[in-house]
Antibody, heavy 121, light 107 residues
Framework: QVQLVESGGGVVQPGRSLRLSCAAS????????MHWVRQAPGKGLEWVAV????????YFTDSVKGRFTISRDNLKNTLYLQMTSLRPEDTAVYYC??????????????WGQGTLVTVSS | DIQMTQSPSTLSASVGDRVTITCRAS??????LAWYRQKPGKAPKLLIY???RLESGVLSRFSGSGSGSEFTLTISGLQPDDFGTYYC?????????FGQGTKVEIK
């Protein structure tokens, strides 16, 4: 079955960097777009970024543009989120999610259990 | 960016009740709308996509309707397991955006 396992979260000081990983299994990773969605403590969901199945297209929410990068390694079945210049407001559980449809970009479908990123001095 | 507004923010209903949650978009999104439910401490679960298409395995008491800028999620015959927070999400234009959520409590 589809499995997504995030890692790389932790406590980091403001202005520093962190890289999240998402290991995928149970499906043909290279066929699907992948998303990152975050949720600040006690708050709602915020879509962060998406990368197309082949890595050729990437889109971000406004608040992370220029600071976060999304990438993927289709040989390692792994999705990444490189976060730089971190701010306290980036504190959240970060979920990776597989898209619903093959090839095209639609909505997050299967989700991991999330990894907590805390930005604090 | 397209803003998504849900109402109500919280609702409390009894088992067997018909429950309706509304989601409004600040611009027309055609039918590019999804609904999720999230239970405490868990990842969200996709219920409906393209405004009215039921995700595989989701029970038929859930239904979605609407197009343009106004949408509804209806639960026909609320069950104890339906508690949680429900979110709408548009995927018409980037960035994808979620509503603020509607917390459903069982009386």
């Amino acid at each position: 079955q589809v499995q997504l396992v995030e890692s790389g979260g932790g406590v980091v000081q403001p202005g520093r960097s962190l890289r999240l990983s998402c290991a995928a299994s149970g499906f043909t990773f290279s066929n699907y777009a992948m998303h990152w969605v975050r949720q600040a403590p006690g708050k709602g969901l915020e879509w962060v970024a998406v990368i197309s199945y082949d890595g050729s297209n990437r889109y971000f929410t406004d608040s992370v543009k220029g600071r976060f990068t999304i990438s993927r390694d289709n040989l390692k079945n792994t999705l990444y989120l490189q976060m730089t210049s971190l701010r306290p407001e980036d504190t959240a559980v970060y979920y990776c999610a597989r898209d619903l449809e093959i090839v095209t970009v639609t909505v997050p479908h299967y989700w991991g259990q999330g990894t907590l990123v805390t930005v604090s001095s | 960016d397209i803003q998504m507004t849900q109402s109500p923010s919280t609702l409390s209903a009894s088992v067997g009740d018909r429950v309706t949650i509304t989601c409004r978009a600040s611009h027309s999104i055609s039918s590019w709308l999804a609904w999720y439910r999230q239970k405490p401490g868990k990842a969200p679960k996709l219920l409906i996509y393209q405004a009215s298409r039921l995700e595989s395995g989701v029970l038929s008491r859930f239904s979605g309707s609407g197009s343009g800028s106004e949408f509804t999620l209806t639960i026909s015959g609320l069950q104890p397991d339906d508690f949680g927070t429900y979110y709408c999400q548009q995927y018409k234009s980037y960035p994808w955006t979620f509503g603020q959520g509607t917390k459903v409590e069982i009386k």
